[in-house]
């Protein structure tokens, strides 16, 4: 809060207006329309395009002109536009500059009269928004394909369609110096530790930043582990899957014009779940879920572990690995580390170049560019065919876990430099202290790699293996079962 | 990082005592001395002497969460000493280990790594593990245990030996010294015991379920690798050293020829984990001082400390070794429990 | 500013020490990779070493290198020890040896007479080596095994490992691996039967009577009797055969007899062989070898008898047995039958006194042959 416009309304109109247009800095968005009401002069105040003028014509200007009251006062026109005359789904009284300027930016309409102190703000928002669309990240076959909407009401009110209950909570949160993005706290009532609530809301009202864009701008600040390779709080773009989410007992963070929710606590197992697990039957999911643990070993150490046994430990390879390895890497002028670093770093630019470009180009430019290029590079004898193939696995393991692509990435990179200095004693090096940073992380006294370390059997249900929902309704699993996030730490 | 209230669970305990005794096993060299079936007799007895020298503390940690040097000696000089002890003792188990894990890198995987670069690493990860606290140590480990599982699992079912019933031959009279020469071998081993009293207020629950657990899995695994080494590879063990790496020797599949490496791998995961919960229990021995230092130094310390007593005991005998581990399992294993329960049992009659 | 420059030295240290190792790496390109090593000696005790590896050398006009078409090349290297010959080896190609992917060891001819424990002590102690690599004897120069010529080019170690595994399908031959032979070398007075690569021009395509009827090339014709380490005598197949049954190696074996004044040939598998040993009356170890299994008879033309054929099998193996006993235990006192172990196991107060001297007790050990076989006809 501004404590400049943290001032009481002036009774005289022009002095609010003046005002008015004094904190938005004459901005030539701002709207003033002057009206007589029965003689008394009033003010309506809004937005350039935040406003609906249908709306506001309908609502507010329509009744207004209707109101026809010999000798009226102020009060009493002040009286009809507050309790009678005319009504919204939102308005709210309004006492103070920093509340007019509050509600102008969120779309409403505000109305001012002369010789009243206070004035009564209209939801009339009729800003254009996205309409709801497809994921486009959390791709599915099976299901719905509603993902989350820029606009929080919106998105709400996707949630509220799958949670028709009235523990369903939202709690609204603002953050941001100059922005004042609203945030949503979503959760169920009885199912989310009363401990968790109190420490969201209270690290998102520590936030400084000036403006909030980005969920990422709101992460940092949720999770509590500084060093954490792997992030215990994970977002999703899906509605039915942040139900499921804060059925479990987490909670829920959305953003007013991001259409990604921060969900947190979240597991490592979570990674490897996805919504078309549980359209199939249990045994589809299990090998569905077994294919992406494995893309997870291929996509972070694969590179890393073929660089190991090439340069440290031949004889681990087949012969005919061996020799086929050998024959290739006869012909190419780099060392086997060193075209593996090429071709990974040929492939993050490909991989780039096909998000920036628009859709209609990038599709064609990563497959040419990867067609061509590597093609040119094994014929030219640049680098092996081996080598490309591994990458090439590697790759389309990566795509299959879009979350875990920052780590992937890195756990890559960092083991063909460890597997290529040390071998496997490098890789070995690598994975305990990668696995003991993800064993050490935690979310709110919830471990991320539970419920496989510490065990939690009754987890187990959905981890490789997806009980049938018959079995699943007999007993829930929260998230408070997962050892210690029973709020006593 | 805070400190924060750690708590850890009889199973993740479990995993840490047993990671610490297999990786004992793994590195343990045996050119000189042959595996048979007195060593499998002698296991048999020394698992008998392990469960009576562990009731002392199975009394003291019935409900977890007990702190026998508090007991004994509350915050005062002993109770400084004692932890000294402790702190002192477990940088010697991990310089030992350091010791042994070189060494076996330098015999078998010289051109991978030099032996100075394979202790300083070790080190420096087993001190992030130490620094990220025991919690995610011991979760760590139930994965790293899975994985050696696997490992033995695959090797022994791969091998490419068969069983050769006749090397198991009867044990006579003569075999005493063998038998009595492991006994002592493997009770020198039992640091486990001193790593429980060490670890005993971090416990949730009580450590009868960990101490039944480990004497149990430690005698199948032990006998398990014994008679599979006595039966498929007999003395050619000796020629290597290193019976899990030899039973790796003599397996290969389509996929994988030669599991020396897929040995080392483990092996190096288990040691950052062993040799992390060394560190962890050095450095939490600090006591006061390592509340005024902070984790991350006292950790480094540690580390420092346990790199320093290696350069130390580089020349040093084995007699005199063995002596240290054999006296440190008895007195901070045994006797530290042992004198907090019957203090603890005499408040409880004054009370 | 103190803090900052400890800090600093520190990592230049650390990393110094981290890298230090990373100047003795092999690149792959830099590997030799051998598929088999050859060793002869000439009476001087030099060694030539022949070394069958891997060619990486693109085909003339140019293209990839197949790995999969066999290209590989014949090196020999000399040396009074093996390790002067692999690092002459290594001089001479400028790449480094590995040796994790090499699948037969054959020694020559001249090793006869030397204690070979001494040579393949050396292959034991290679930590790259493969423990389960077939160690094989050269009828002439362990050479002219390595860079054998056929008419497909150089026979590739897998070419000869194919010779050996057949042979030893057929049961002519026991496969004699680093590992079981550092094992029984370790037996005291214990002895190993390792099998002879020959490669020779077939001279008698029509085959003698009463021999196998096939041309012989190269393959596994005969086997090697080492005793107390030293490589005695050859020993023919079929005393290979009688000595595989004598210790229940193999189930399965094929049989040629004569039944009937008719050649019979059938499957004998052999599921149970159990051995026993005990000490007679007279002191001296008694072998007794009870074995059990069924016949198929896989080809008889004349139609002979069942309980005729099933007499002759039994006589058959009968002989095989006795042959092999008479050309190792009784001629050498070579115990390929595990005597020694039996009587350690099971006789182990008796073992105790003659350990000393095992071979001696060894070579009193009489060996009693019982065989008994159901008859199956193949329809």
Known sequence: ?489 | MEEKNIKISSGQMYVLLILARIMHTMIFHAKEFKIGTPVMLALVFTTIIESVMSIPLILLLKDGGCDPVSIIAGNGRLAVFVRFLYSAYFLFISAGTLMYFAQFMKAEFNKTATPMAVIIVLTLAAAYCAYLGIEGTARAGTIVLWAFMVLFVVMAAVSEGEFERLNLLPVTLKDTDKILDYAVRDLSSSWWLPMLASMGAYLKNGVGKTVGGYLISKFLILETLMLLVTLVLWNFVGVLGYPMLALGAYAKTVFIQRFDAINMFVWCLNCVIVNGTYLFISAQSFGEGRRKIGVAASSAVAAIGAVVIFLMSLGLNDGVAFVIKLSGIVLLGVIVPLAAVIVKKKRANQE | MLKSGVKLVSIICVLAVLLSGCSRLADVRLRLVVHAIGVDIDEEGVYSVSYQVFSSNPPEGGGPVDANKGNVMTYMTYGRTLYEAQKSLELQTGKEVFTGDVELIVLGLGMVGRDVSQVLSYFWSDTDIYMGVNAVFSSGLASDIIGVQLEQGTATTELLNQMIISSVANGTTIPARLIEISNCFEEPGASIVMPVLTAKEADNSKGKEDSDVYDMATGVFENMLIVNKIPTVYVTRDETKGISILTGGKKKYSLTFVADGQRISAGADLSRVSRRIRIDDSGNPVLSVDIRGELTVLDNPTLVDNDIINEAAREDIIRLCREAYDKTVSSYGADVLEIGKLLRKHCNKYYETVKDDISQAIRKTSCEVSVSLKIYENE
């Not at chain 1, 061996?322 to 190419?332: D, F, G, H």
């Open chain 1, 1 to 489: 809060m501004n404590d400049d416009i943290n001032i009481n309304i002036y009774p005289r109109l022009e002095r609010s207006i003046a005002k008015i247009k004094e904190i938005f800095g004459e901005s030539a968005d701002v709207n003033v329309v002057k009206v007589y009401v029965s003689g008394v002069r009033c003010a309506v105040v809004t937005l350039e395009a935040m406003v609906s003028s249908a709306d506001l014509s309908k609502m507010l200007f329509a009744p207004l002109m209707d109101f026809n009251m010999k000798n009226a006062l102020p009060e009493d026109v002040f009286e009809f536009i507050s309790s009678q005359g005319i009504f919204s789904v939102e308005q709210k009284q309004i006492k103070t500059f920093d509340d007019i300027s509050q509600k102008l930016c969120s779309g409403f309409a505000v109305v001012l009269v002369n010789g009243i102190d206070k004035g009564m703000a209209y939801s009339a928002q009729g800003f254009s928004i996205k309409s709801i669309e497809e994921s486009s990240t959390e791709a599915n076959v099976k299901g719905t394909k509603e993902a989350l909407s820029d606009n929080l009401r919106t998105s709400m009110s996707l949630i509220r369609r799958r949670v028709k209950n009235p523990l369903l909570r939202f709690e609204f949160v603002k953050a941001g110096k100059l922005s004042n993005t609203e945030l949503c706290l979503v959760y169920i009532e009885g199912k989310t530790p009363e401990k968790l609530k109190k420490l969201i809301r209270a690290r998102l009202k520590r936030i400084k930043l000036d403006l909030i864009l980005t969920t990422g701008s709101v992460l940092p600040f949720v999770s509590e582990n500084r060093g954490a390779f792997f992030s215990a709080v994970s977002t999703t773009e899906r509605p039915d899957v942040l139900a499921a989410k804060i059925n479990e007992g987490r909670i829920a963070v959305l953003i007013d014009g991001v259409p990604y929710a921060a969900v947190c606590p979240t597991l490592f197992i979570e990674n490897f779940q996805t919504v078309d697990d549980y359209e199939e039957k249990p045994y589809l999911a299990f090998y569905q879920r077994l294919i992406r643990y494995a893309a997870f070993f291929i996509a972070s150490f694969l590179p890393g572990f073929y660089v190991a046994a090439a340069m440290h430990h031949p004889e681990v390879l087949s012969r005919a690995l061996l020799l086929n390895l050998i024959a290739s890497e006869e012909s190419t002028p780099f060392p086997l580390v060193a075209e593996m670093f090429i071709v990974i770093v040929m492939f993050e630019i490909l991989r780039e170049a096909g998000l920036r470009l628009p859709k209609a180009v990038g599709g064609a430019v990563s497959i040419v560019g990867g067609l061509v290029i590597g093609d040119a590079a094994v014929t030219s004898g640049l680098i092996s065919a081996p080598l490309l193939i591994i990458i090439g696995i590697t790759a389309t393991s990566s795509f299959a876990l879009p979350s875990l692509n920052a780590q992937t990435t890195v756990l890559r990179l960092v083991g063909v430099a460890a597997g290529g200095m040390w071998g496997f004693f490098g890789m070995g090096i690598l994975i305990t202290v990668f696995l003991i940073n993800a064993a050490a992380t935690d979310c709110f006294a919830v471990p991320y790699t539970s419920p496989i370390a510490p065990f939690t059997l009754k987890a187990m249900r959905d981890v490789l293996v997806r009980v049938g929902f018959k079995k699943m309704q007999q007993q829930e699993v929260i998230i408070e079962d997962l050892n210690g996030a029973k709020g006593d730490k």
